[in-house]
């Protein structure tokens, strides 16, 4: 049983040739599969037909449909894939900042760098605010490798010369 027949009022500057340059150019893999899914679907493919090619499901490619008529164009390549979580309260060139500054090694704590993002961007994050920060940005705290309490120096870095006082099995 047929559905109801698709159509779609595309803004002027949409037209095919537009969405697939688009589609072809753009690098995030999502938007990427959704700009693909529009310029089928403004080529004159189905619903049914445009969710088989790209590998996502009706109800999926009727979302994006959803989101290009509320918004347009702009509005589905803005839509943020994965919910609606709180969005970060610095900008993008402040990230860049932070990363910038906490890459000279210049902080010991977590707490360290949210006092500089305080004092600097006047935004407050709790500790676990800016792990996230930090984890986003790629920075990884400097830890020194564990150290035993028995661990025996100086036995160590005679090992390293090569004076143990056990010689080394024979391979066989």
Do not use: N
Not at 39 to 48: A, E, F, N, S, T
């Amino acid at each position: 049983m047929p559905g109801k027949a698709f159509v779609m009022v595309w803004a002027a500057a949409d037209t095919e040739e537009a969405l697939k340059a688009r589609y072809l150019e753009e690098p995030h893999r999502r938007r990427r599969q959704w700009l693909h899914g529009l310029w089928l679907l403004r080529r004159g493919w189905g619903v049914r037909e445009v969710a088989d090619a790209v590998g996502a499901g009706r109800r999926t490619v009727e979302r994006w449909i959803d989101w290009y008529r509320t918004a347009g164009l702009a509005g589905v390549l803005t839509h943020r894939p994965g919910g609606s979580g709180q969005r970060s309260r610095l900008t993008a060139d402040q990230l860049d900042q932070v990363g910038d500054e906490v890459a000279t090694g210049r902080f010991r704590t977590v707490a360290e760098v949210g006092m500089w993002i305080g004092a600097t961007f006047g935004v407050t994050y709790r500790p676990g605010g800016v792990q996230d920060v930090l984890g986003r940005l790629r920075c990884h705290p400097k830890v020194p490798r564990p150290l035993h309490e028995k661990a025996d120096l100086a036995a160590q870095e005679g090992w390293k010369k090569g004076d143990s006082a056990r010689p080394s099995p024979e391979p066989d």
